[in-house]
Nanobody, 123 residues
Framework: QVQLVESGGGLVQAGGSLRLSCAAS????????MGWFRQAPGKEREFVAG????????YYIDSVKGRFTISRDNAKNTVTLQMNSLKPEDTAVYYC????????????????WGQGTQVTVSS
């Protein structure tokens, strides 16, 4: 399994932006499909975005389309989630995750998880 460490969370006003980063320990980072999930208080963990191994394909849930952008830099072993036009309902702990098989558009099959980073959007 790959070790993942997220950073970049914080408190922002509605309409603002945050950029989350996830650093991976694995030298073969490009062999992993990467995703971002979030979990709000009292709710189940939700798949937010996924990206294919070389960043060619991306997937977003409807509620973040046009506002969030997932990208990766395989040379630096990092994946990022640029979040714009943030809304209070985006408040959650955000997790970076990795899997070696499956579809980038699917929430299933993730085997490695970061510790999470808190994002709070005030109204």
């Amino acid at each position: 399994q790959v070790q993942l460490v997220e950073s970049g969370g914080g408190l922002v006003q509605a309409g603002g932006s945050l950029r989350l980063s996830c650093a991976a320990s694995e030298r073969t980072f490009s062999s992993y499909i990467m995703g971002w999930f979030r979990q709000a208080p009292g709710k189940e963990r939700e798949f937010v975005a996924g990206i294919s191994r070389f960043g060619i394909n991306t997937y977003y849930i409807d509620s973040v389309k046009g506002r969030f952008t997932i990208s990766r830099d395989n040379a630096k072993n990092t994946v990022t989630l640029q979040m714009n036009s943030l809304k209070p309902e985006d408040t959650a702990v955000y997790y970076c995750a990795a899997k070696s098989d499956g579809r980038y558009s699917s929430s299933s099959g993730y085997t490695s998880w970061g510790q999470g980073t808190q994002v709070t959007v005030s109204s």
